[in-house]
Nanobody, 114 residues
Framework: QVQLVESGGGLVQRGGSLRLSCAAS????????MGWYRQAPGKLRELVAF???????NYADSVKGRFTISRDNAKNTVYLQMNSLKPEDTAVYYC????????WGQGTQVTVSS
């Protein structure tokens, strides 16, 4: 069993920044991929970004150049630095760790006002 705890969400104005953190604990299998997803009201959950143990990253087109994902393998923690936020970034952001299964965090709300 893996536990994921997200933090760092909140309310920010358009153009502002937030940094999300997600700490994993429990029976963590390596190698693994950690990532961030988001779900806006009435929409499907979508991938925002992911990062492998080795540091390879991938981003959704909608966040490229604005968001940066990083991880600290020693702390089993993944981060998402979000800059130049837009109202359409408003969503619940979920952390996930992917091995032979996917474990999810509880989600953290990000609201960007216009």
């Amino acid at each position: 069993q893996v536990q994921l705890v997200e933090s760092g969400g909140g309310l920010v104005q358009r153009g502002g920044s937030l940094r999300l953190s997600c700490a994993a604990s429990g029976s963590i299998v390596t190698p693994n991929t950690m990532g961030w997803y988001r779900q806006a009201p009435g929409k499907l959950r979508e991938l925002v970004a992911f990062i492998t143990n080795g540091g390879s990253t991938n981003y959704a087109d909608s966040v490229k150049g604005r968001f940066t994902i990083s991880r600290d393998n020693a702390k089993n923690t993944v981060y998402l630095q979000m800059n130049s936020l837009k109202p359409e970034d408003t969503a619940v952001y979920y952390c996930a760790i992917v091995t032979w299964r996917t474990d999810w965090g509880q989600g953290t709300q990000v609201t960007v006002s216009s």
